[in-house]
């Protein structure tokens, strides 16, 4: 599987985090991330992702919503797999410094989650406004990776190193509780705040020692800090905050104090693995607490990270990255590793079109997928209930209670029969109109067995067939691109990037059918409104629409349609109800064969179920 990872900056912390450490397992789980940084003044950095967005699974927009409606939409139209990851309150970003709240990047983040199929948030107070704007979020908090982040061996120091880490727009927090950590360096002289950033920091009456941040020293500077902090002011901007900075904390084992905002008191248990503060004198009793008790420090620092060992770990965070990502993939769009997923534009502007409309119901199918089968049952069930002779076509009886239904081989049969001519006009093509308004039936069958039974009625059943096509072996023709498998599988997939969401849509499997034909005819005639059908009509029409049955009727010519009589009763293969045996190709298809078809069948869309 192929991941697009579009992200604004290519070297902020939430991008190394939530991706860059990422790349690892993603890679042994079988996932290939490319990664793409985008500034909103680039314009051929824009069109990158767009044109990049064709060849990947999944698009992945890492706190990106800078992209306005019309490149979301291209976007979208390029995949539609598109998923959302934000582990800040990006679209409160007005508050990140306390400035009066704008809507702007409120209307900018709703505009890109209403183009995504799902979102990823750091946290649950971020989930609720992905589910407010309509779309699915997975909560998974920016985690740590345990191969960089080791227990420190030192837990008996004496206690007055307090440290902090992170970028400096987050220095204005350590000025936020300035009083308090005044009032400490007064009851503990030789106290001091070390902070690790990319920018000094002097306080007043607070002895600071500045480190630059370095990935080299980070579990260093880590470990040295006997209590970590991670204050806070209570705003939308901080409840957004994912509790980065305790977790790195906690992963080496070093106690914890931090503010009672928004994730912090779901990952401290406030007395058990850490403490929690609201008030200045709160920051006094907890920090002075904790620089007496060393022992206090230990135990909180081991419950920290056995926390993060059992919930927290990059590792488990990968993991269920991945499963989301494989989700969203199953979702029908254009894909390098799923062919034809794009719904083609569709009209049919020859005669055929009025043959094709008006249905109550329509039933769309790959040829040799059980159409005949399905027609006969329905058009016996009918013509039984309402007391007519049997025929394929009980809609020339113009009777009320029999529904009007339209068979179509659809695209299939505009990829493999028509003319370039027949092809423009969309000749074989069901009218947009008539797929929105009637009942919608895709009959499926493992394109394997469809193909050997196509390749069959080809070869043996077709006067039409070119004699070049007949002089084919099976083989060949499985490999063909108008005829053959992968043929087959882009119509399927077809079909379902176009209606496969729509609720008046039915999956119907030929397979289920052959297993259960009672209960899944019945199920069947529910769809078409008979939710309680005629008994005796059932039973008639399941033992008329048995295979052995209609290869006597075949053979009788009782079928009103010369495409249902067979061309030569002597050739078996020559049937138009030929077998339907579930996995006959095996007897048909070489190892080699079954091989390509199988590989083949990897770019199918996974909800059919022929995949594994």
Request: proline share 4%.
């Amino acid at each position: 599987m192929k991941i697009l990872c579009v992200v604004e900056h290519g070297n902020a912390p939430s991008t190394r985090l939530r991706l860059r450490d990422c790349l690892d397992y993603y890679s042994a789980l079988g996932v290939e991330a490319t990664v793409v940084p985008t500034r909103r003044s680039s314009v051929s950095e824009r069109l990158r992702v767009l044109k990049e967005a064709r060849r990947h699974d999944v698009v992945v927009l890492f706190k990106t919503i800078g992209f306005n409606e019309f490149e979301l939409s291209l976007l979208q139209r390029a995949n539609r797999r598109i998923v959302f990851d934000f582990d800040d309150a990006v679209m409160f970003r007005d508050q990140k410094h306390r400035r009066p709240l704008r809507g702007k990047d409120f209307k900018k983040f709703l505009r890109t989650v209403r183009h995504c199929a799902a979102v990823v948030a750091g946290n649950d107070f971020l989930a609720c406004f992905a589910e407010a704007s309509g779309r699915r979020a997975i909560i998974l908090p920016t985690s740590i990776d345990l191969r960089r982040y080791h227990l420190k061996q030192n837990f008996d120091g004496p206690g007055l190193t307090i440290g902090w880490v992170g970028l400096s727009d987050g220095l204005p927090y350590l000025r936020y509780i300035q009083p308090a950590l005044q009032r400490l360096s007064e009851m503990f002289p030789g106290l001091k705040l070390k902070v690790v950033s990319d920018k000094p920091l002097q306080l007043d009456g607070v002895h600071v020692e500045n480190d630059p941040w370095r990935l080299e020293t980070e579990q260093t500077n880590l470990a040295s800090f006997d209590i970590g902090i991670m204050p806070l002011w209570d705003s939308v901007w901080t409840r957004g905050k994912c509790g980065y900075k305790i977790l790195q904390y906690m992963g080496v084992g070093t106690a914890v104090v931090a503010s009672d905002v928004g994730v912090n008191n779901e990952i401290i248990s406030h007395g058990e693995n850490g403490f929690l503060a609201r008030t200045q004198d709160d920051w006094v009793e907890a920090l002075s607490s904790l620089i007496r008790n060393a022992e206090q420090r230990r135990t909180f620092g081991l419950r920290g990270r056995e926390l993060i060992e059992k919930r927290y770990s990059l590792e488990s965070f990968a993991r269920g990255y991945v499963k989301l990502l494989r989700e969203v993939a199953r979702i029908p769009g254009e894909s390098p590793d799923s062919i034809g997923r794009r719904s083609f534009g569709r009209w049919n502007l020859s005669s055929r079109a009025r043959e094709l409309s008006g249905g109550d119901v329509i039933v769309i199918s790959v040829p040799k997928s059980g159409r005949t089968w399905v027609r006969t049952f329905l058009c016996a069930y009918f013509c039984k209930r309402t007391g007519k002779p049997f025929t394929l076509r009980p809609d020339r009886y113009h009777e009320p209670d029999i529904p009007r239904m339209i068979f179509s081989h659809d695209f299939a049969e505009q990829r493999m029969k028509a003319t370039l001519w027949e092809r423009v006009r969309g000749k074989y093509l069901v009218p947009a109109r008539e797929l929105a308004r009637a009942h919608l039936i895709l009959l499926v069958r493992d394109p394997r067995d469809a193909f050997v039974s196509l390749y069959m009625q080809l070869v043996h059943r077709t006067r039409e067939t070119p004699q070049e096509l007949k002089q084919k072996s099976i083989g060949d023709l499985l490999r063909d691109r108008r005829y053959g498998i992968l043929s087959i599988i882009k119509t399927m997939n077809n079909w379902f990037a176009e209606f496969g969401h729509r609720k008046n849509f039915t999956l119907l499997h030929y397979e289920s059918l052959r297993a259960a034909p009672e209960q899944n005819f019945r199920t069947l005639l529910s769809t078409l409104g008979e939710t309680s059908p005629d008994l005796e009509s059932f039973k008639h029409a399941l033992e008329f629409s048995d295979f052995a049955n209609m290869q006597r009727l075949e053979v009788a010519g009782v079928f009103d349609s010369k495409i249902l009589r067979s061309r030569d009763v002597q050739n078996p293969e020559s049937f138009k109800v030929r077998r339907g045996k579930v996995g006959g190709y095996r007897e048909y298809l070489s190892p080699e064969d079954q091989a390509f078809a199988a590989d083949a069948l990897k770019h199918l869309d996974a909800r059919f179920g022929y995949t594994t």
